[in-house]
């Protein structure tokens, strides 16, 4: 994955660090507005709000470039 993520304006530059694999992937979040934290539906974990950052980052990358990616075979696929 890219260290630059960029959508329209916004624009967010990562130093990634690789992260331990720990069983539960967090792919399922409630946002507590109040007192502004995340937990995880899965396991009841406390996430912090950076690590929901990043993951949203990860996950917008992988779809843009899965679009991409489609948008390509369709165009290829014409005669």
Known sequence: M??????????VKRHAVARKPNGCKHLNMTM???????????????????F??????????LELHKARQTQQNKNGAKP
């Open 2 to 11: 890219t260290n630059v993520v960029e959508l329209g304006e916004w624009k």
């Open 32 to 50: 507590i507005h109040d007192g502004g934290y995340v937990l995880c539906d899965d396991c009841g974990a406390s996430l912090s709000a950076f």
């Open 52 to 61: 929901v950052l990043e993951m949203l980052c990860d996950r917008l990358m």
